[in-house]
């Protein structure tokens, strides 16, 4: 309550001296990435008059949190842009009025009669307007969330340097549940994290909230990313306490006027751990006693508890299966307990059994497809982009679209655990893209993975994306500027699943670095080709998994032997003196036959595969000719170098951008290149320098061959290397 108050009492105090007509003095700061795509500076001085014609007067009411929240970002907003707030009033004074809210929020909203109920809840419009003959624009919805988001979207407008005039627009998210996972440990460490440590500061909360958590809030709202998961999937039984779940709390109270809704991974066997039972087998009525209180606990303190993430019996976790149950009887029994507050679980389908499997990538499919059907309406499945693991570049995975009747949700990672860490520039939006739109053949040519994630292609009522969050307690958030531009870009996909990743990456450009066109264009070139870049300079052809045991960080090829085939590269590559490759053909573990028939008839043919897939699906002779014309391995080597020369080359365009972008930013942005070029050399060096020992052919003309032995590279280790799982 106490925190309420404070916050009532901090907004009042705003709105009194925007009403006063204070003039808005930005506070002079260092450009360190902390205001994220937020930044607010002034526009293009020629822009500035029309804008500000466009944004004189603000009508925004302020009666609940969220319409605060949004009133609030207008003002900061335009002050920032334009140099003056607008000024607050009641009603439409004159031309150029901004007027936000809901028909009930709102009189003049409701008098304009704008057709938002088709919008939904979270939808909005932007559109231009006429009241009693004053121009204004309308931002208007259902809902104050809706509105929230329409506020942020009429900020972008101005920060991408659109026209305000004749403004006509629709937004409603296609999927719902749009989440943030956090790998996040109860004591600060992230796993698969680059940025630092936890932002959730568990230790002093609740009793501190830092600012930054309102400005996490605000970041996400900007996107429409409606949900967040605090702790990592290997979680501990421990966030389930009453210790924990006031913590918990304390966050959602701050999210909450941003839409925000805060989950939790749950400890499968949490009612051992922490509820003293003998057993956490999901048909025994104790647990399911338990994980109902349980669940009663958490909503008297979260009221809008959204639910349950859930990684079982998967890489050591504990599940139902150690009880006999399947995944449907677990899952089940957590959604049973959430259903009367209208929680939902997240059920990972990121699972491979500890018997050593045929092929990894058949396990999630072969587990999952037969339980089709049998989950309750609030389950969702939460899938990876692909079969295996993140990687660079994967084929889709084959559960999309092989589950009509369960709702699937995309899992995406944002964190670079396997495309560089922090410091390698890699764009991921093109990546996300290639998944959504990648043809199922589900029900006939069309049937996108987009669509499976949208509900549209099999009905589903429950629509969601997760991204596994890229954000610690670092000052630009992300460990790097440019990484910011993953965490943008998917939240705007999960908004809408069928953006463009280059129209993405240029609105991110102009808010977080520049509007000029000299400035926007190359850099958007470099983050457009900065995904296949990492692939040709790490894992080429459709190899995979080849990262460094453990933390993943670097080239390890050679990694052999240890407690699973399955975690060495040597069981990916297969490399042998005839060839390379993972048949996964007929002829080998057959994973092609997971897909439909369309699809699996492409991917295992070799005169059809996209040749990005090559080395996923076949085991090619080290002189197989290529579509290029060139034998397999020339191939492996001209992408190898490939990479790398992109690499520098983007090192080229931004050293020819100082000077257009803020130092501080620009000279980290340029370090991080050299480090990224270093290191792509180095995968170069050290995959060529291995592969050769197999292939026994000579580099190709003009290849420099690796700068040292494969001793060399098999002799490095890295004892620290960040973000390692526990
Ligand atoms: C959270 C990979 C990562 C693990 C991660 C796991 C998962 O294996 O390396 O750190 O664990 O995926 O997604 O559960």
Redesign the pocket.
């Known amino acids: 309550m106490f925190r309420r108050i404070v916050a009532a009492a901090g907004a009042a105090a705003v709105a009194a001296c925007w009403l006063a007509g204070m003039a808005y003095a930005p506070q002079a700061h260092a450009e360190d990435g902390y205001d994220l795509w937020l930044r607010y500076r002034p526009v293009q001085a020629e822009r500035t008059g029309d804008y500000r014609a466009q944004a004189a007067q603000l009508v925004a009411a302020a009666a609940t949190p969220t319409q605060a929240a949004a009133r609030d970002e207008l003002l900061r907003g335009l002050a920032g842009l334009l140099g003056t707030a607008p000024r607050l009033s009641e009603t439409v004074t004159r031309d150029g009025a901004v007027i936000v809210g809901t028909p009930s929020s709102s009189p003049l909203i409701a008098k304009l009669r704008l057709h938002t109920l088709a919008l939904g809840r979270e939808g909005y419009l932007i559109r231009s307007v006429s009241v009693e003959g004053r121009q204004a624009t309308a931002i208007a919805a259902n809902d104050d969330i809706g509105a929230l988001y329409g506020a942020f979207h009429f900020l972008r407008l101005l920060q991408t340097g659109q026209p305000l005039q004749n403004l006509d627009i629709r937004e409603s998210p296609r999927v719902k549940l749009r989440v943030l996972n956090h790998?996040d440990d109860l004591d600060g460490h992230v796993?698969?994290g680059y940025a630092g440590a936890s932002i959730w500061d568990w230790h002093k909360l609740p009793d501190w909230l830092d600012p930054r958590y309102a400005d996490y809030a605000r970041a996400n709202a900007s996107l429409g990313i409606n949900g967040t998961v605090l702790n990592?999937?290997?979680s501990k039984a421990l966030s389930l306490t009453p210790m924990y779940l006031e913590k918990a709390a304390a966050l959602a109270e701050v999210f909450r006027p941003y839409g925000i809704r805060v989950f939790l991974s749950a400890r499968f066997s949490a009612p051992i751990e922490i509820g003293g039972l003998e057993t956490a087998d999901p048909l025994d009525p104790e647990v399911k006693r338990w994980w109902r209180a349980k669940a009663g606990e958490i909503y008297r303190l979260i009221p809008d508890f959204g639910g349950f993430l859930v990684?079982a019996n998967?890489?050591g976790q504990p599940g139902p299966q150690d009880y006999g149950r399947s995944h449907a009887d677990g899952a089940n029994m957590l959604a049973d307990a959430l259903a009367p507050h209208g929680g939902t679980v997240m059920w990972?389908a990121?699972v491979y059994s500890h018997e050593e499997p045929d092929d990894r990538a058949k396990q999630a499919y072969s587990e999952f497809v037969p339980l089709d059907g049998k989950f309750r309406d609030n389950v969702m499945v939460q899938v990876?982009n692909g079969a295996i693991?993140?990687q660079p570049r994967e084929p889709f995975h084959p559960l999309f679209g092989a589950m009509p009747k369960t709702p699937l949700m995309m899992e995406f990672q944002i964190t670079k655990?396997y495309l560089g860490f922090a410091t390698h520039l890699v764009y991921l939006a093109p990546m996300y893209q290639e998944t959504l739109e990648a043809d199922t053949h589900r029900r006939g040519p069309g049937s996108t993975v987009a669509r499976v994630i949208d509900g549209s292609l099999h009905g589903y009522a429950l629509t969601g994306m997760a991204g596994?969050a890229n954000i610690g307690a670092d000052r630009n958030w992300s460990g790097s500027h440019f990484d910011q531009a993953n965490w943008y870009a998917y939240g705007r996909q999960a908004w809408n699943p069928s953006l463009e990743a280059r129209d993405i990456a240029e609105e991110w450009v102009r808010m977080t670095f520049s509007n000029e066109a000299d400035v926007v264009a190359p850099v958007v070139g470099m983050m457009m080709g900065s995904r296949e870049a990492a692939v040709d300079y790490m894992t080429p052809l459709g190899l995979h998994h080849l990262m460094g045991r453990g933390h993943?960080y670097g080239p390890a090829p050679w990694i052999e032997g240890g407690p699973r085939a399955d975690w060495t590269s040597v069981y990916y590559h297969r490399a042998t003196g005839e060839g390379i490759g993972f048949d996964r053909t007929a002829s080998g573990s057959n994973a092609v036959a997971q897909y439909a028939p369309p699809v699996a008839r492409r991917f295992g043919d070799l005169e059809q595969v996209p040749e990005q897939f090559l080395l996923w699906f076949h085991h090619v002779p080290w002189d197989y000719r290529t579509r290029s014309g060139r034998p397999l391995w020339d191939e492996l080597v001209h992408r190898y170098t490939r990479g790398v020369d992109y690499v520098r080359q983007m090192r080229e365009t931004w050293r020819g951008l100082d000077g257009r972008i803020d130092a501080q930013r620009h000279a980290q942005v340029a370090a991080f290149l050299a480090i990224q070029e270093k290191e792509a050399q180095w995968w170069r060096d050290a995959s060529i320098a291995y592969f050769q020992t197999f292939s026994g052919r000579p580099l190709p003309a003009g290849e420099a061959p690796p700068a040292h032995s494969l001793d060399y590279y098999r002799s490095l280790e890295f004892p620290y290397a960040p973000g390692d799982?526990r």
Do not use: I, L, Q
């Open positions: 790998w796993e698969r990592n999937v290997n990684k998967s890489e990972r990121f990876k693991d993140f655990e596994v993943h799982g």
